[in-house]
């Protein structure tokens, strides 16, 4: 890996480091690690969080902010997660096209994050190029997940601001309320406001939130149009400025970083757990067999995990760092 190259800002050196993010080779932690050393001006990086179901203008909306962040001189990287389609999504392919004009800036840099069969792929990976970018100073970093599932609830876990994007679409205030996803939204964008309808949607998201404010942040509802203006693109990014310092202010910022921390370890330690017992030669065996319940088979692997770990000591690769979820 050419660390220089990587620190100069070259973007295939970017996408060589992330791809090897996601193949989850072990040396990718140490240098995150080494690099975030590095980097005194980490707390700048601003870890925004966008969701909300597919057509709902979110790429739209991300590329009118890409561009007003730009002027202000921030660096902009957007991963975009989409665990249903990975890579042959049209959504993806319609990004792509849509971010163009920001191709040849290299203040921009957009990648799509697919599952590629990795359990837990997507988002351990997208935790740690959020690290990444991180460390290496981006100073917006965008996750745009598709709003379907649990898998946004715990993507948008990574975020410091969580943008809801809804539109005025029949069903989609009260796929909201249905989805709980009010809880974790810090600004919510009412899409597509051209269409009608948007006054109805504005209003009871409005009246929703005010019956779950906590922390003393009352979640702002914009109205906005991605395709055209861009309308409300301004009012969205400085609300985001403004959530931002709230989060400083209150402390929360410091709070939701060692939750994220927390999370990611967590969920490591499940995928390393998972890749070692996958990798076991005798488990299809030891399985069949019915004398011994799942549950003490389970322990018995763990333990086993936990000696081999102990041998290697800091000499080898850890437990899982093979290929996480691997089936091999
Ligand atoms: N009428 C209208 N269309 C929009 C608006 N924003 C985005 N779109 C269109 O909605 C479609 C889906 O947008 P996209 O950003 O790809 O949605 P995503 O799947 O949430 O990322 C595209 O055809 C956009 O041009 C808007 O404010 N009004
Ligand atoms: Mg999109």
Known sequence: MDTEALRGGDPRALARAISAIEEQQAWTGDLIHELAAEEEGQARTHL??????????KSTLVDALTSIWRG????????????NSPFTGGAILGD????????????VFIRSMGARGHLGGVSLATRATSRLLQALGWEMVVVETVGVGQSELEICE????????????????VQVIKAGITEIADIFAVNKADLSGVDGVVRELRQLIRSHTQGGWEAPVLATVASSGPEGAAELAEALER????LDETGERGLRASRRRRDEVVELVGAYATGFA??????EVAAGDASEP???????????????????????????????GDAG
């Not at 792509?96 to 203040?107: I, S």
């Not at 990574?158 to 205030?173: R, Y």
């Not at 959530?243 to 709230?246: I, V």
Request: glycine share 14%; hydrophobic share 35%; aromatic share 0%.
């Open 96 to 107: 792509r096209v849509r971010m163009q004009r920001h191709a040849l800036d290299r203040g």
């Open 278 to 283: 996958r990798r076991q030669p005798e488990l």
């Open 243 to 246: 959530h931002r310092q709230h």
């Open 158 to 173: 990574i975020a410091d601001s969580v943008v809801l994007v809804t539109t005025p679409a029949a069903g989609d205030g």
């Open 48 to 57: 925004v969080g966008v969701t909300g179901a597919p057509g709902s203008g």
């Open 294 to 324: 799942p549950e003490r088979l389970a322990r018995r692997l763990l333990g086993r995990m936990a000696a081999e770990e102990r041998n290697m000591g800091s000499a080898g690769a850890p437990p899982g760092s093979r290929g996480v």
């Open 72 to 83: 202000q001189g921030r660096r902009v990287a957007v991963l975009a997660v989409d665990p």
